[in-house]
């Protein structure tokens, strides 16, 4: 039954939040067995997978914004609305099986068993709810056939229990779930096709062995208790456990497990149905992993932008000392100097992989900047490291950051370098991919289209998959202490996804280690650009009134200073409100406004708003320690001009001046 249009509620805007962008994406909703549904706070459906049209007989277009109302049988979907509402106000995961018998309603109003979990997603200011609907009519039919049959073995005896044994076993084998009979000792009694195709053992392998033998080894005491409970007349469901197929590969299985009772009450053994749920498992553990990630760099950024307040402050300081002491003063000016520059390269670091760092893209060839960075591994590397460039095309373009890809480049040969205290090889490759949508729904973070792929191996000692899982956590490191930050390869994961690239890790103990990386190709020809000295000074600038706007009381004084010594007229406010106050009080005129992203009260955007139609000629410079508050949150225009903090002299003049002469 589905609702006339009039009913139909338009679908929400797509989530602000990365992880809902990414979960909505529909290679990741078509990696997932069951059907899904996305489903927001007002319980309209916003996104469903294409097992969704399968199972209900809607199509896409049918489904998305109406009520998810629409899939319930019809006497229940006035008290699914209560349901639903209770569950937004204490929203936590619901996993299958929680005991509930639940059914859902098709298009042509025929009603089936199912089995459904719900798991909330925040968006920030709202909720959505991922529910992920399983039809389990065949595993009910099986259930209700071995009741049905176990009455039947009670009542008839001869033909007739030979007939429902038949059948039974019919049933029993044409089902894609693995069915499992065993005595109360564990041993093997019955072995369906489902099994066979899910474990790899034939029947013949496995009737007469003891269960355990599909158990890991640290799983021996789960499998001993599941059978103290059966010789109880006690049932076990939906049980998610662990479970070794013949080639020795381990599998997901969510666990039904029955005791069977004979004629005389007696229980005499049990069944077992078991689902491969590993697709679905893998799914989950992404999901969690990107959070934990997205949550992480959240961290990194905001500590980030306050240590780059302070070094300012501590930048500006050093250069405003350096021409009061003498040469040897000096010397101690310059080490403080050095010290805040080496911080600053730690706090880039930081809000790389909170992909808030500032990327000065352009367009380049990945073959000629290997050609380049291999100049400077080659020596790095050491002689008994043979590193080796192999190009498996003519070019390979990219849109990116010249300086970041140099970072990646380095960090992952220093890392190989480390892998191979005896010595080795590193191989650095590039190709262009072509990706199709089978690929995009086997790799689900990735979408079709053209790549350029990097690829970085060594064949040093390798990694384990512990290991592997936090490798790219910011501060995790195997290294002793006091020889590694634990930042390399953070920083390399968050360039990566800041230039809208991908990047996985092959690595085995003793077989060595691979990253690839794809970054999106950019077909098109590079633009070279002289590079400005930097601490080169433009000429005086007198007669120029700057309003600068600066919540840090001592970092706005230091930065006056170093204004007023280069000619510049400073009106200085420590707020929007301020800065607004004192161009009426001063009643001069404004020629650039300097001010930082945020700052309480009025934010520099917005004090920009109200300056721009009384000084329209005005030229404006952002400054911010933190500069994701500048792109994602304050809207500003990407193309004006922003100083990043710390900043020193020389960049600060030069950015005015650009200012100034543009």
Known sequence: ???PNSDRIKNNPSPENPVAETLLSSSILEAFPDAVAVVNQQGVIIQINSQTESMFGYTRDELIGQRVEVLVPEQQRTPHTGHRDRFHQQAKIRRMGSGLDLYASRRDGSEFPVEISLSPISTGDSTMVLSVIRDISDRKRVEEELRRANDELERRKGRELREAQNRLALIIDSSQDAIIGKNLDGIITHWNQGAEQMYGYSAQEMIGRHISTIGP??????????????RHGQRVEYFESIRVTKDNKKLNVSLSVSPIIDQDGRVVGASTIARNITAQKKIEDQLRQSQKMEAVGRLAGGVAHDFNNLL?????????????????????????????????ALTRQLLAFSRRQPANTQLLDLNDRLKEVSKLLRPLMGDDVEVVLLPRSSSAIVEADAGQLDQIVVNLAVNARDAMPKGGKLAIETGVFDFDESFAREHPSMGAGRYVMLAISDNGLGMDDSTQARIFEPFFTTKEIGKGTGLGLATVYGIVKQSG??????????????????????????????????DA?????????????????????????MLEQHGYTVIESEDGKDALDAIARSNARVDLTLTDVVMKGMTGPELVLHLIESYPQMRVVYMSGYTGELVSQQ???????????????ASLLQTLDAALSS
């Open 1 to 3: 039954m589905h609702y």
């Open 217 to 230: 080894c640290d799983r021996k005491d789960e499998i001993d208790a599941i059978l103290t409970r059966i």
């Open 312 to 344: 300012g402050i501590v930048t500006a300081c050093s250069e405003l000392l350096s021409s009061r002491v003498d040469a040897e003063g000096r010397e101690y000016i310059d080490n403080i100097h050095e010290a805040a520059k080496r911080g600053a």
């Open 501 to 534: 690239g991908h990047i996985w890790v092959y690595s085995e103990l003793g077989h060595g280690t691979t990253f690839k990386i794809y970054l999106p190709s950019a077909e098109k020809k590079l633009d070279s650009a002289a590079e400005k000295r930097e």
């Open 537 to 561: 000074l433009p000429p005086r600038r007198e007669g120029v009134t700057v309003l600068l706007a600066e919540d840090d009381v001592t970092m706005r004084r230091l930065t006056r200073k």
């Open 635 to 649: 809207g500003v225009d990407t193309s004006i001009r922003l100083l990043e903090k710390p900043f020193t002299r």
